[in-house]
């Protein structure tokens, strides 16, 4: 089992096989080098953890949840070229082989590389005081992760706007293009967070690991090359899950008509 993390810019709280990652570098939570090494080591820690099967990304405080990258510490001397550690920025945004459900609770100001973070969790809930842009383009650079996700998430003629001008866009917007899963009032968004992390920690954690997989690995690929890797079994994860306990396990319950008692196994 990982180690929590009580205090710092990240902390940690554990409650049964759901990990909670708080991100807190007041005044605005944005990520310097140090504290994406830190994000980077926590969801490595939850990927290689059997005990864990769902992760929440949130942030402390009601105005931020996260800007991006710390101008200030680049004025400082951190590179923005430096070492973000094992995840790449924020920690998600290049971890190799997270085959587990990440899910993000955005509380307000969600811009830039925050914005882009969020981008690299699965689901997506914001209070309806959250606001969202990807700004650089104002600043003379590129919203690199953001310019190639974007576009593959929600209709291009939208993302390209978003891209190209920098502008703001409400919670009710971003559900619209389909960037979010749910909108909540600021004092439910957690609980509401939390009901969806156990709703999925009750879930199939072989499934979960070959759906992640196959999405990840058939976004570069032809429909029938991607799904004949599927029906060969040459994903690891769908291999493991066919010659699972769990297969079996979910087609005996379906015929006994119970709920089936998932051991990842």
Same mark, same amino acid.
């Given at each position: 089992?990982?180690?929590?993390?009580?205090?710092?810019?990240?902390? &940690?709280?554990?409650?049964? *096989?759901?990990?909670?990652?708080?991100?807190?570098? +007041?005044?605005?939570? $944005?990520? %310097? #080098?140090?504290?994406?090494?830190?994000?980077?080591?926590?969801?490595?820690?939850?990927?290689?953890?059997?005990?864990?099967?769902?992760?929440?990304?949130?942030?402390?405080?009601?105005?931020?949840?996260?800007?991006?990258?710390?101008?200030?510490?680049?004025?400082?001397?951190?590179?923005?070229?430096?070492?973000?550690?094992?995840?790449?920025?924020?920690?998600?945004?290049?971890?190799?082989?997270?085959?587990?459900?990440?899910?993000?609770?955005?509380?307000?100001?969600?811009?830039?590389?925050?914005?882009?973070?969020?981008?690299?969790?699965?689901?997506?809930?914001?209070?309806?005081?959250?606001?969202?842009?990807?700004?650089?383009?104002?600043?003379? &650079?590129?919203?690199?992760? *953001?310019?190639?996700?974007?576009?593959?998430?929600? +209709?291009?003629?939208? $993302?390209? %706007? #978003?891209?190209?001008?920098?502008?703001?866009?409400?919670?009710?917007?971003?559900?619209?293009?389909?960037?979010?899963?749910?909108?909540?009032?600021?004092?439910?968004?957690l609980e509401?967070?939390?009901?969806?992390?156990r709703h999925?920690?009750?879930?199939?954690p072989l499934?979960?690991?070959?759906?992640?997989?196959?999405?990840?690995?058939?976004?570069?690929?032809?429909?029938?090359?991607?799904?004949?890797?599927?029906?060969?079994?040459?994903?690891?994860?769908?291999?493991?899950?066919?010659?699972?306990?769990?297969?079996?396990?979910?087609?005996?319950?379906?015929?006994?008509?119970?709920?089936?008692?998932?051991?990842?196994?």
């Amino acid at each position: 089992m990982m180690d929590m993390l009580t205090e710092g810019p990240i902390r &940690t709280r554990i409650e049964g *096989a759901v990990l909670e990652v708080t991100l807190d570098r +007041p005044n605005a939570n $944005a990520i %310097d #080098l140090a504290t994406s090494r830190i994000m980077g080591e926590v969801f490595r820690a939850f990927r290689d953890d059997d005990a864990l099967r769902v992760a929440i990304l949130r942030a402390a405080g009601e105005k931020f949840f996260c800007p991006g990258w710390d101008l200030k510490a680049a004025a400082g001397g951190d590179a923005v070229d430096g070492d973000y550690g094992v995840g790449g920025f924020g920690g998600l945004q290049e971890l190799p082989h997270l085959n587990k459900p990440v899910i993000c609770a955005v509380n307000g100001i969600c811009c830039g590389g925050g914005l882009e973070l969020a981008l690299s969790c699965d689901l997506i809930l914001a209070a309806d005081t959250a606001r969202f842009a990807l700004p650089e383009i104002r600043s003379g &650079t590129v919203a690199d992760a *953001a310019s190639i996700k974007l576009p593959k998430r929600i +209709p291009y003629h939208v $993302a390209m %706007d #978003l891209l190209l001008t920098g502008r703001w866009f409400d919670a009710e917007e971003a559900l619209r293009w389909g960037l979010l899963r749910e909108v909540c009032a600021p004092h439910d968004l957690l609980e509401q967070t939390w009901e969806l992390a156990r709703h999925l920690e009750s879930g199939p954690p072989l499934v979960y690991a070959a759906i992640k997989e196959i999405v990840r690995e058939a976004e570069a690929m032809r429909f029938q090359d991607a799904l004949n890797r599927v029906t060969r079994r040459q994903f690891a994860t769908v291999d493991t899950l066919y010659g699972s306990e769990d297969l079996l396990e979910g087609q005996n319950a379906f015929a006994e008509k119970r709920n089936p008692v998932w051991k990842g196994r």
